[in-house]
C-alpha cells in the first residue's frame, strides 16, 4: 500500500507556504503619494501671490497702474454716478462764503447758516426793500452784485425762497404774504442774474408759512425782522447740466 493510499487526504493539502513582506512596499508607495498630494494641496491654500505672479509672468498690480493709469470703471457702473452729481463741497464752501461775507461790509448783516444738505444765506428785508415793497433799493445793487459774483462760479444747485411775518401786507398792492415773498425772490434772482449768475434758480414763495420755525424764545419785534427775509439756499447737489 502506498502513501498515499494510506492518507489520500494528503494529495488535496498544499504544503504551508511562507508570507511575503513585499505587498508592504506597494502600500508605502502609496502612502506616500497620498502624503505629497496633501501637502501639495495645503501649499496651495497659502499662495504668495508675489510669488505666483512672478512665476506666472503677470505683472503686479502697481506696475499695471503706472503703465495704464488707474482702472476706469465700465459706462454701466457710471451711470449711478452721473445721476448723483455732487457740487462743491459744503463744509468748504461754508468758510469761503463766511470769510467773503465777512470782508464785504454791504453784506453785514446776511446771516450764513449750515445745514446737512445745504447753505443758507440769508438776507433781511432791510438791505433789500422798503417796508412791504418788492423793488430792490439802490442801495440793494451792490450787495446784490457782490453776492452774484460769489455764487456765479458755484455748480451746485441753488433755489431763491422769499418770507415774510404773520402781519398782513398792503392789501391795495399784494393781495397776500405769499406774493409778497414770491415777488421779493424773483426781484432777488433777476439781481443775481444781471451780476452774472446764468445757471437755472428755483423761485419759491413761503409767505409766513415757515413763521413758527423761528425760536419763541425771541422777542416778537425780533421774530418778525428775522421772518422778513429772503434765503438763497446752496444745496448739496449740483445743477442739472452743470
Do not use: C
Not at 491654500?45 to 470703471?73: C, M, N, V, Y
Not at 411775518?165 to 425772490?185: F, G, K, T, V
Not at 442774474?193 to 423761485?203: D, E, F, H
Not at 422777542?219 to 444745496?235: F, G, K, T
Request: charge should be neutral; aromatic fraction near 8%; charged fraction near 25%.
Amino acid at each position: 500500500m502506498s502513501l498515499l493510499e494510506a492518507a489520500p487526504w494528503l494529495a488535496f493539502s498544499p504544503a504551508p507556504r511562507r508570507r511575503s513582506g513585499v505587498w508592504l512596499i506597494t502600500f508605502t508607495d502609496l502612502v506616500a503619494l497620498m502624503l505629497a498630494f496633501f501637502v501639495m494641496l495645503f501649499s496651495m491654500s497659502t499662495l504668495d501671490e508675489a510669488k505666483w505672479r512672478q512665476f506666472a509672468g503677470i505683472p503686479s498690480p502697481d506696475r499695471i497702474e503706472a503703465e495704464h493709469g488707474p482702472p476706469r470703471a465700465a459706462a454701466a457702473r457710471n451711470i449711478a454716478l452721473a445721476e448723483i452729481d455732487h457740487g462743491r463741497d459744503l463744509d468748504y464752501l461754508a468758510t469761503l462764503l463766511t470769510g467773503q461775507l465777512a470782508a464785504e461790509p454791504r453784506l453785514a448783516d446776511a446771516i450764513l447758516r449750515r445745514h446737512d444738505d445745504r447753505i443758507v444765506i440769508s438776507l433781511p428785508d432791510g438791505l433789500l426793500f422798503k417796508p412791504n415793497g418788492a423793488t430792490p433799493i439802490d442801495q440793494a445793487d451792490a450787495p446784490l452784485f457782490a453776492l452774484g459774483g460769489i455764487l456765479r462760479n458755484l455748480p451746485n444747485r441753488i433755489e431763491i425762497e422769499g418770507h415774510t411775518d404773520p402781519n398782513p401786507p398792503d392789501r391795495r398792492r399784494y393781495a397776500s404774504n405769499w406774493e409778497l415773498s414770491l415777488l421779493r425772490a424773483q426781484a432777488v434772482s433777476a439781481a443775481l442774474q444781471r451780476a452774472g449768475y446764468s445757471r437755472p434758480m428755483t423761485v419759491r414763495g413761503y409767505g409766513a408759512s415757515r413763521f413758527e420755525l423761528l425760536s419763541p424764545r425771541l422777542e416778537e419785534l425780533r421774530r418778525n425782522v428775522l421772518a422778513r427775509r429772503v434765503d438763497i439756499v446752496i444745496h448739496e447737489a449740483a445743477e442739472a447740466g452743470s
